[in-house]
Nanobody, 127 residues
Framework: QVQMVESGGGLVQAGGSLRLSCAAS????????VGWFRQAPGMEREFVAA????????SYSDSLKGRFTISRDNAKNTVYLQMNSLKPEDTAVYYC????????????????????WGQGTQVTVSS
């Protein structure tokens, strides 16, 4: 089992920044990749970014690349999402998820690639 816990959400004005954290515990040593997804009210959950646990290669939603940066600290079993130049449309619940099955043929932007999910953290961007 792997537990994922997000933190760092909150209320920020447009143009501001936030850094989300995702702490993994349990059998975290077996994690293959971690992804961030978000879900706005009335919308489907969408991919934000992902990072490989070993090697650190990253992938991003095309629409968010350049404003969001994903990183990890393996020693702390933590993945971060730095969000800059925030816009009201970034308002959503942000979720992190772990894939510890190593299913490399599954795309990192697919929710089905991940088998452990956190509870989410709310990010609200005011105009």
């Amino acid at each position: 089992q792997v537990q994922m816990v997000e933190s760092g959400g909150g209320l920020v004005q447009a143009g501001g920044s936030l850094r989300l954290s995702c702490a993994a515990s349990g059998r975290a040593f077996g994690i293959y990749r971690v992804g961030w997804f978000r879900q706005a009210p009335g919308m489907e959950r969408e991919f934000v970014a992902a990072i490989r646990w070993i090697g650190g290669s990253t992938s991003y939603s095309d629409s968010l690349k350049g404003r969001f940066t994903i990183s990890r600290d393996n020693a702390k079993n933590t993945v971060y999402l730095q969000m800059n130049s925030l816009k009201p449309e970034d308002t959503a619940v942000y979720y992190c998820a772990a894939d510890n099955l190593g299913r490399s043929r599954y795309n990192s932007d697919s929710q089905g690639s991940y088998n452990y999910w956190g509870q989410g953290t709310q990010v609200t961007v005011s105009s």
